[in-house]
C-alpha cells in the first residue's frame, strides 16, 4: 500500500505564488506517473501537471508557462512550484503516483488534498 501526503497549500492573492509538494511512502518499487490534480467546486477532477518515469513533463494548457513540476525519485517526491496564480486556479489539489510496489503488485493512490484559494 502506497500513501501520499501533500502539503503546501493555502491562501493566496492573484499574481502570487505557492509550492505543493508530495512525498510518496510505502511498498514502492517503481512509479510511473507522478503529478498533480485539480478540482474545483462543481467540476470534475482534471490533470494540472504530471511526469512520467522518463522525466517527461505534461502540463494543462492552462497552466502551461505558469506552473512548474520537478520530481526527486530518490525521495520519492513531486512539488509543484504555481506562480502568476489565478483566482480560477482556486482547488483543491490532488498528488496521485501510479506504479509497482515490491511484490509487483500495481498501484493507484491518490493523496487526501490540498486547498488552494486565490483571492485577494
Known amino acids: 500500500q502506497v500513501q501520499l501526503v501533500e502539503s503546501g497549500g493555502g491562501l493566496v492573492q492573484p499574481g502570487g505564488s505557492l509550492r505543493l509538494s508530495c512525498t510518496a511512502s510505502?511498498?514502492?518499487?517503481?512509479?510511473?506517473?507522478m503529478g498533480w490534480y485539480r478540482q474545483a467546486p462543481g467540476r470534475e477532477r482534471e490533470l494540472v501537471a504530471a511526469?512520467?518515469?522518463?522525466?517527461?513533463?505534461n502540463y494543462a494548457d492552462s497552466v502551461k508557462g505558469r506552473f512548474t513540476i520537478s520530481r526527486n525519485d530518490a525521495k520519492n517526491t513531486v512539488s509543484l512550484q504555481m506562480s502568476s496564480l489565478k483566482p480560477e486556479d482556486t482547488a483543491v489539489y490532488y498528488c496521485?503516483?501510479?506504479?509497482?510496489?515490491?511484490?509487483?503488485?500495481?498501484?493507484?493512490?491518490w493523496g487526501e488534498g490540498t486547498q488552494v484559494i486565490v483571492s485577494l
Open positions: 511526469v512520467t518515469n522518463f522525466g517527461e513533463p
Open positions: 510505502g511498498s514502492i518499487f517503481s512509479i510511473n506517473h
Open positions: 496521485r503516483a501510479r506504479g509497482a510496489g515490491w511484490t509487483m503488485r500495481s498501484f493507484d493512490s
